[in-house]
T-cell receptor, first 111, second 110 residues
């Protein structure tokens, strides 16, 4: 099993550009989530999904969209990137236990 | 509102010098407390889950304990490869959200 995979590993955007961060898991987990990690702030939840077709907002959802069409994939969309969205983004998945497993992260720089 | 406070922010130890990291939490209805290890440029790696006060879990040189207000991560005779940031998080009953602390950066000097 590859676990949780994320692409790309690193991305540079200009203000106003859009992009999609990809996340996939091969563990058949129903729950998936997106976090951002900023220096001095810790990990903060952006959006999460408890199953295909079901998504909800976390602590910091503004500027981000998500959808969940399959169990395996949970993409995060930035519609109009802002410098405040410069961060490291982590995707996580969770099965029947309450343990969340994290991907390797995507480092995003918005100029 | 759930809160997780980790201390110290940073800790430098000599190789073999045992110590403890602290995680204080406030949560209504604890469903689980989690410890993760994060290496630079990597995602958090799961270490332990603790569910109730008095519970203890061990893995190699690490031992996690839980009370009703805090958790400790004890590191016995650490090695340089234990250097990392250790994250604590809580899961509230009825919620799908993990609340993380800001982490403790551990450096073990040979």
């Amino acid at each position: 099993n590859a676990g949780v995979t994320q692409t790309p590993k690193f991305q540079v955007l200009k203000t106003g550009q859009s992009m999609t961060l990809q996340c996939a898991q091969d563990m058949n987990h129903e729950y998936m989530s997106w976090y951002r990690q900023d220096p001095g702030m810790g990990l903060r939840l952006i959006h999460y999904s408890v199953g295909a077709g079901i998504t909800d907002q976390g602590e910091v959802p503004n500027g981000y969209n998500v959808s969940r069409s399959t169990t395996e994939d949970f993409p995060l969309r930035l519609l109009s990137a802002a410098p405040s969205q410069t961060s490291v983004y982590f995707c996580a998945s969770q099965g029947q236990s309450s343990t969340q497993y994290f991907g390797p992260g995507t480092r995003l720089l918005v100029l | 509102e759930d809160q997780v406070t980790q201390s110290p922010e940073a800790l430098r130890l000599q190789e073999g010098e045992s110590s403890s990291l602290n995680c204080s939490y406030t949560v209504s209805g604890l469903r689980g407390l989690f410890w993760y290890r994060q290496d630079p440029g990597k995602g958090p790696e799961f270490l332990f889950t603790l569910y109730s006060a008095g519970e203890e879990k061990e893995k190699e040189r690490l031992k996690a304990t839980l009370t009703k207000k805090e958790s400790f991560l004890h590191i016995t005779a650490p090695k340089p490869e234990d250097s990392a940031t250790y994250l604590c998080a809580v899961y509230r009953a009825g919620s799908y959200q993990l609340t993380f602390g800001k982490g403790t950066k551990l450096s073990v000097i040979p």
